[in-house]
């Protein structure tokens, strides 16, 4: 059963831009609320979707070169990658089905 990596600022290129399978970038912090509503939410996705998407959980207070580069100006926010390039997003959040449907569209 897989569940979500850890990604930093040095590990993101390699394990997320650099994946061969889609990924999908949890940007987070632990005083967020609503990121620990998400949590459990991209744990049951993580094995849901093992060895199809791949997800990485962010933190934004811990890596904040990478949070500003790619654009994220509220938490959670959740990118969708697809060939090192962001093709969707989904920021605040939202019920499992949702985020489901995103992954879905990721892998058609």
Do not use: N
Not at 11 to 29: L, P
Not at 44 to 57: F, N, S, W
Not at 84 to 106: S, Y
């Amino acid at each position: 059963m897989s569940a979500p990596i850890t990604v930093t600022d040095a590990t993101f290129q390699a394990e997320v831009i650099d994946s061969e399978i889609r990924v999908v970038v949890d940007i987070w912090a632990t005083w967020c609320g609503p990121c620990k509503q998400v949590a459990p939410l991209l744990d049951q996705l993580a094995a849901e979707y093992d060895g199809r998407v791949k997800i990485v959980k962010l933190d934004a207070d811990q890596s904040p070169e990478t949070v500003t580069a790619v654009g994220v100006t509220s938490i959670p926010t959740l990118g969708f990658y697809m060939g090192g390039t962001r093709v969707d997003t989904l920021i605040g959040a939202h019920p499992k089905p949702i985020i489901a449907t995103k992954m879905e569209a990721l892998l058609a």
